[in-house]
């Protein structure tokens, strides 16, 4: 059964950082792209960022990109959401996501709420 | 980036009537639209893949239909678990891009 857990959300300062987990188990992890998704409170969904399998492509929304940092952890089943300087508008719940052949989710992490504020 | 822009926003509805949901997109995304069921507190979920086809354990009530710039999801026969907010994406380009979503409530 394909399993996607996060961690590593929680209060940040303006300015401050904070890296986002997603262990993947279930499936061959290096054989899919994986995605963040967020958010914002009783808001919609946003696509923050892509990595492609072996993590050499990435993809960021212009929202995000330059402060942002999508990596991953073949070895350990692991991909990372890292978020250098964040502003309050990025307070939202994010979600790891297990990209589809064509950029697509089937499959998505728990969530993890992320405010921003001081 | 393209827009897709979702409608109505909000869906007053029956258990047992039909529910036809819109999804318009700024330009062409040929087939690659994808639509999503979402409920309080929980992630997303997958419910139809390239404009028309159900993914896996999603109920037959559930159709899409369209290309190109125009994208219906239908429900046949609301069921009370069927109330819930519906968002469709793309994945023609990047960015990816989701709609702004349509809730469905009971009437």
């Known amino acids: 059964e394909v399993h996607l857990l996060q961690s590593g959300g929680g209060l940040v300062q303006p300015g401050g950082s904070l890296r986002l987990s997603c262990a993947a188990s279930?499936?061959?992890?290096?054989?899919?792209?994986m995605d963040w998704i967020r958010q914002a409170p009783g808001k919609g969904l946003e696509w923050v960022s892509s990595?492609?399998?072996?993590?050499?492509?990435?993809y960021y929304a212009d929202s995000v990109k330059g402060r942002f940092t999508i990596s991953r952890d073949n070895s350990k089943n692991m991909v990372f959401l890292h978020m250098h300087g964040p502003r309050a508008e990025d307070t939202a719940v994010y979600f790891c996501?297990?990209?589809?052949?064509?950029?697509?989710?089937?499959?998505w992490g728990q969530g993890a709420l992320v405010t921003v504020s001081s | 980036e393209i827009v897709l822009t979702q409608s109505p926003a909000t869906l007053s509805l029956s258990p047992g009537e039909r529910a036809t949901l819109s999804c318009r997109a700024s330009?062409?995304?040929?087939?690659?639209l994808v639509w999503y069921q979402q409920k309080p507190g929980q992630a997303p979920r997958l419910l139809i893949y390239d404009a028309s086809n159900r993914a896996t354990g999603v109920p037959a009530r559930f159709s899409g239909s369209g290309s190109g710039t125009d994208f219906t999801l239908t429900i046949s026969s609301l069921e009370p678990e069927d109330f819930a907010v519906y968002y469709c994406?793309?994945?023609?380009?990047?960015?990816?891009?989701f709609g702004g979503g349509t809730k469905v409530e009971i009437k």
């Open positions: 990595i492609s399998r072996g993590g050499t492509d990435t």
């Open positions: 994406q793309h994945h023609s380009s990047w960015p990816l891009t």
């Open positions: 996501a297990r990209s589809e052949t064509r950029d697509f989710f089937a499959y």
């Open positions: 330009q062409s995304v040929r087939s690659y």
């Open positions: 279930g499936f061959t992890f290096r054989m899919y792209g």
